[in-house]
């Protein structure tokens, strides 16, 4: 996005001053706040919300929702995990019983080829030839059963970490569709989330440019007005920009640009939760 402050000239800007004698004491020009990494934190805790009963009840909903999606989730696992155990004890079972059916079926043709061939010691022979080939048989049927209880596991964590990213997805489209509700109706709700970027910034020797849709023209052309009764140092304008989603917002000074966009902010709140799951 090209800097806006570049479209406006000092010289094309009229400011209306009376010639006053005021008494004051100077006080150092402040330094640009820097906006930490956490901002979004700030962005999304929408203080006062809980003073509106149609939030509170779409937060209860929420809640409730979540709690029933946690216990059904937690249904599934152990469902799982008791289906898991069950193919482990059948797998053992069937590795002990095809192990000695083998063995006594290589025990009983060693001792007839031995007698066939007539050798007197055929049996013995023949018990040590199938005792041998029983434990190769036997090592061959144990590697396969920790191979199958391997992949078994592999598949369970796998489908628990599916079924937890889609848990985050899922509350994260929730998060989004009740904050969205609630700035749509409450004119003021947008000011929660740019007033405190706003008051960050430093407003002398800045131009603050906040983009924002048309729905949100009006009522953030009024938060700018009052904010300008508090700090008349700070030079601003409101632009509409169709190209931002549904309540989005972007503020911009001389020295760096802000995107408040709500769902950018929940998808980087999704984004550290699965990559915090990825690494435990």
Not at 77 to 106: G, M, N, P, Q, S
Not at 152 to 180: C, D, G, H, P, W
Not at 189 to 211: H, Q, W, Y
Not at 223 to 236: A, D, F, I, R, V
């Amino acid at each position: 996005m090209p800097s806006s402050h570049n479209l406006f000239k000092h010289s094309n800007v009229i400011e209306k001053r009376d010639i006053r004698k005021i008494e004051t004491t100077y006080v150092p020009k402040k330094k640009s706040l820097p906006i930490d990494k956490n901002i979004g934190d700030d962005l999304l805790s929408l203080e006062g919300l809980e003073d509106n009963p149609y939030s509170s009840l779409m937060i209860s909903n929420l809640e409730k929702e979540l709690e029933a999606l946690k216990k059904k989730y937690q249904i599934v696992i152990k469902k799982e995990r008791d289906k898991f155990f069950h193919e482990l004890r059948t797998i053992r079972a069937t590795v002990e019983e095809a192990t000695e059916l083998e063995a006594e079926r290589i025990k009983e043709e060693a001792y007839d080829s031995g007698l066939k061939e007539g050798r007197l010691d055929g049996f013995e022979v023949g018990k040590k030839e199938g005792f041998q080939v029983g434990v190769e048989e036997a090592g061959y049927l144990k590697d396969n059963a920790l191979e199958i209880i391997k992949n078994t596991k592999e598949q369970v964590e796998q489908y628990k970490k599916e079924k937890q990213n889609e848990f985050i997805e899922l509350a994260s489209i929730m998060a989004e569709k009740v904050v969205n509700e609630e700035l749509s109706t409450d004119e003021v709700s947008l000011r929660k989330i740019i007033a405190p970027v706003l008051n960050r910034l430093d407003k002398e020797d800045n131009f603050i440019t906040v983009f924002v849709t048309k729905d949100n023209y009006e009522s953030t052309i009024k938060y700018m007005e009052k904010l300008k009764q508090t700090s008349e140092q700070m030079k601003y304008t409101v632009l509409v920009d169709e190209s931002l989603k549904l309540n989005g917002c972007v503020i911009e000074t001389d020295y760096e640009v802000i995107d408040l966009d709500i769902k950018k902010q929940l998808e980087l709140m999704v984004k550290d939760l699965s990559e915090g799951e990825c690494d435990v």
